[in-house]
């Protein structure tokens, strides 16, 4: 399997605070990457390096072999525009733990908005695609309500729906459940099962290590800034070799 994800030396501050300390990860094509750790351990951070939204002080991270926020040209590196960054983001889905749709736009003009404006679809095009996602979601019912009219786990799937219309070559989650009340967490965890069923590749930030245990290739464990322990997730939550994995997890299991 190639790699769908490459990062290398990733060194990331605010201010004086280094956040990223040298890391080193890869995700391949199709493979579902939980990410779990502490508060302030850098993991929604790395995220937003990987879809350019911050910017690393040093490191490369390639998406499909393309060094992210550069081209390269004959071994030589230039800063991508602003416009060609955008592009490149748009090939990235990524889900945030609030829901951030457009709260004065229906479910259905959500998910339409992107492929319209970014790609340039026909309007009929992409409400006929956006149908089917929200079909896909369970939420055909729903498409001409507004983000107020919807329950947490409805705006969420919602906002996947609107990321996938873009058609990604990549989803990341940032804690898509952690906002929600309990009884509708399994309907979101649901539908990332669907896409990871479908060969999506994801990396997910979460608490919710059920969801980690059964449908995670990888679990990684990250703490001030470091990946410190990946494996399977039977090798990492069951038998962690250190020991800050060992407590962070036994934290999250109370
Ligand atoms: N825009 C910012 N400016 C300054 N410091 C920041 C900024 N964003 C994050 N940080 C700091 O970077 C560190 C890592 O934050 P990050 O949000 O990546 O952690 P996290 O692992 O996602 O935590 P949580 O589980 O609470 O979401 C924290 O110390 C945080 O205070
Ligand atoms: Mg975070």
């Not at 030396?9 to 779990?36: M, N, Y």
């Not at 069923?197 to 059920?210: A, D, K, R």
Request: proline share 4%; net charge neutral; charged share 25%.
């Amino acid at each position: 399997m190639s790699n769908k994800v490459e990062i290398r030396g990733l060194t990331k501050s605010f201010g004086s605070v280094q956040v990223l300390h040298d890391v080193d990860f890869t995700v391949k094509e199709g493979e579902i990457v939980c990410l779990i750790g502490p508060s302030g351990s850098g993991k929604s951070t790395l995220l937003r390096c990987i879809n350019q939204l911050e910017e690393a002080q040093s490191g490369i991270i390639r998406v499909d072999g393309l060094i992210q926020g550069w081209s390269e040209r004959s071994g030589k590196l230039y800063e991508l525009s602003p416009r060609n960054i955008t592009a490149q983001r748009s090939h990235i889905g990524m889900v945030f733990q609030r829901f951030n749709l457009f709260p004065h736009l229906t479910a259905l003009e959500n998910i339409i908005e992107a492929p319209i404006h970014v790609r340039g679809i026909r309007r009929a095009e992409a409400i006929k695609q956006a149908r089917q996602l929200l079909e896909n979601v369970g939420l055909a019912n729903k498409q001409d309500s507004y983000p107020s009219e919807l329950s947490g786990g409805q705006q969420q799937r919602v906002a996947i729906a609107r990321a996938l219309a873009m058609k990604p070559r990549l989803m990341l989650f940032d804690e898509p459940t952690s906002a929600l009340d309990p009884e509708l967490v399994s309907e979101v965890l649901a539908v990332m099962k669907n896409l990871a069923e479908i060969g999506m590749t994801m990396i997910v930030v979460t608490h919710e290590l059920g969801f980690a245990r059964e449908v995670a290739d990888r679990v990684a464990f990250m703490d001030q800034g470091r990946i410190v322990e990946s494996g399977t997730p039977e090798e990492l939550l069951t038998s962690p070799r250190n020991s800050r994995t060992k407590s962070f997890i036994s934290s999250v299991l109370q």
